[in-house]
Each structure stands twice: as structure tokens, then as C-alpha cells.
């Protein structure tokens, strides 16, 4: 019994834990982020197996995270409010070019960033050549060019 | 501007603008909320700290027990239980029965004569100094989960709550 309970436990603790950091931590864009994701799954594979390193407890633990997130696919695609409310949705941060400074803040991602992402995927050196740059679900971020 | 930033778009992708800003101040609160449990935690809310760690003992004196108030299940911590009264007496300490349901006794320093159970209590002689004092030592390690409203006393003496509440 306390397999299932742990496991669920440790699912939805993570889960809001990860809401709290939002889409930009952890999305291994650092080294440091890397190695944070490192410690948190030290942290927490003790809490999940206890002091039962059986084979039965691993397996009993993995069918219930994987039925947790097989079940919250199935909602998600069946509501798209829940999809949203799960997943988050994309946000615009560039638009022609112009920088929204309010939105960069709150969802605490700079220019630089931006001009990161601009370089890497499009070669891209001036904010003015961007028409949108979009903060995608996963915390990546998408550039779309503007038409010269 | 702050209102046009504010406005969810529909091109190039749909955006639900009210449901985001709920996000945001939901990392915003969650943040604080993550401040307070750091700040508890080093107060000793979750254990050993000031308000985990305590010693208490009874009106009359006799009995003292240092202790944590605080534990998690799984997780070891420290007893010290002291008792004074006549010298080179043997005196009988009863751990009552809701101390061992929550947590299991790993080791008793010094050695205790032969111990004995009693209705679901467990009795452990002690052996005074010169001074009349008896001190035991006791590590144990918590395997319930919820309030304990343990007890200890010696044989004919007061009665010393010791309640301890044992996180998951």
C-alpha cells in the first residue's frame, strides 16, 4: 500500500514544486540547472523506495507514476482547459521587434536570453530583425523572423 | 502599453493571457510559501531545532527527558532520560507502550539490567550513582506516522508526558 502512496505523493509534490519554479528552471538551458536535476532525483528516489529495495516495490512504484501521467495525458487531451491549466500555454515576449517588457518580467526572462536564442537558432544579431519570439510550454524559446 | 502587453494575442499563436498571469502569481506566492517552509525548517518544525529540540521533565524534579518533538519516520534521533533520587538505588523506568508503537528502540546506553514488559509498557531498571542519578541513553529510530502521546515514569513517581509528532 505505501508504494502507491509514496509514489502519488512524491508525483504531485514534484508536480507543483515544478509549477512554483516555472518553465525557465530546470529546462537544462545552465550546467547548473543540470546538475540540480541531478540532486532532485537523488532526493527523491530515497523518498520513493524507503528502505524496500525489492524488485516488487520498484516495479509497484514505476505502474503508478506511469498510470498517474498516462491518466493526466488522457484529461489533458480530453479538456483543453486542464491541457492548459497542466501545461501552462505559449507566451508572446518580442512582437515586431518590440520587447514586452511586463510579460519578460513576470515570466523572468531577459533580453538576453532572447538574443541567445535568436543567435543559436536563427543567426540572428538585432532585436529588430525579430517579429516574434515566443516562450514556448517546455521554456524554450522560439524566433520567428521578421520578412525583409 | 501595459494594457496592449496585458491582451492575450491570437497570431501567431492563441494565448489565454488571465489563465498566465494566474500562473505568475502562483510562482509569485509559491515562492514566499517556499521562503516559510526554509524559514521553519530552520526553526525546527520538521526537526532538530529550536522548536523540536526540548527538555522536559516533572514538577516534582525527578524525571528529565531531552528529547525531539519533532521527527520524521525513518529518520534516527537521540533520547536522554535522567533521574534522581536516592542514591545506589535500582529504580524502574516505564517507557509507556505509545513511545514504541511510533518508534523502535536501536540501542540503550548504559546496558540495562534485564527488562520487562508490563501491560504493553516496556520497564527498564536503572542503577543510581552515589548521587542518586540515573541517566539513560537511548537512540531511536521513528517508524510510525502521525501524534504519539508517549509517557514516561519512574515506578512510583510522576508521570512525564513526552508527545512527539513523526512526519511521513
Known amino acids: ?148 | 502599453m501595459s494594457i496592449d502587453e496585458y491582451a492575450s494575442r491570437t497570431h501567431p499563436i492563441e494565448e489565454d493571457m488571465r489563465l498566465q498571469r494566474h500562473v505568475w502569481r502562483f510562482e509569485r506566492i509559491g515562492w514566499v510559501v517556499l521562503l516559510v517552509v526554509i524559514a521553519l525548517t530552520l526553526g525546527g518544525l520538521f526537526s532538530k531545532g529550536p522548536l523540536s529540540s526540548v527538555e522536559v521533565s516533572t514538577p516534582d524534579g525527578n524525571l528529565s527527558v531531552k528529547y525531539e518533538r519533532f521527527n520524521r519516520n525513518g529518520a534516527g534521533d537521540d533520547m536522554i532520560i535522567r533521574s534522581t533520587g536516592r542514591p545506589n538505588e535500582q529504580r524502574d523506568l516505564v517507557l509507556g507502550k505509545e513511545l514504541l508503537e511510533g518508534n523502535s528502540l536501536e540501542s540503550l546506553n548504559p546496558l540495562p539490567g534485564p527488562s520487562r514488559s508490563n501491560g504493553g509498557d516496556l520497564v527498564i531498571p536503572m542503577q543510581a550513582d552515589g548521587d542518586g542519578v540515573a541517566t539513560l541513553y537511548l537512540s531511536v529510530r521513528s517508524n510510525g506516522i502521525g501524534l504519539f502521546r508517549a509517557h514516561v515514569h519512574i515506578d512510583g513517581g510522576q508521570d512525564l508526558p513526552i508527545p512527539k509528532f513523526i512526519y511521513p
Not at chain 1, 9 to 25: C, D, E, T
Not at chain 1, 52 to 71: H, P, R
Not at chain 1, 78 to 88: E, I, N, P, Q, W
Open chain 1, 1 to 148: 500500500m505505501d508504494a502507491v502512496l509514496r509514489a502519488t505523493a512524491m508525483y504531485f509534490v514534484l508536480m507543483v514544486l515544478f509549477k512554483i519554479a516555472g518553465r525557465r528552471s530546470l529546462s537544462e538551458i545552465t550546467t547548473f540547472d543540470f546538475v540540480l536535476l541531478l540532486i532532485v532525483g537523488e532526493a527523491t528516489q530515497q523518498a520513493l523506495l524507503g528502505d524496500d529495495f525489492s524488485v516488487t516495490n520498484a516495479v509497484l512504484i514505476i505502474v503508478t507514476l506511469i498510470a498517474i501521467d498516462v491518466g493526466f495525458s488522457q484529461i489533458k487531451t480530453r479538456s483543453k482547459f486542464m491541457a492548459r491549466l497542466l501545461d501552462g500555454g505559449p507566451t508572446v515576449l518580442v512582437e515586431d521587434g518590440r520587447p514586452l517588457e511586463r510579460r519578460m518580467k513576470e515570466a523572468r526572462v531577459t533580453e538576453a536570453d532572447i538574443m541567445e536564442a535568436a543567435r543559436s537558432s536563427q543567426g540572428v544579431l538585432d532585436l529588430s530583425s525579430i517579429r516574434y519570439a515566443i516562450l514556448e510550454r517546455n521554456g524554450s524559446i522560439s524566433i520567428i523572423l521578421a520578412k525583409s
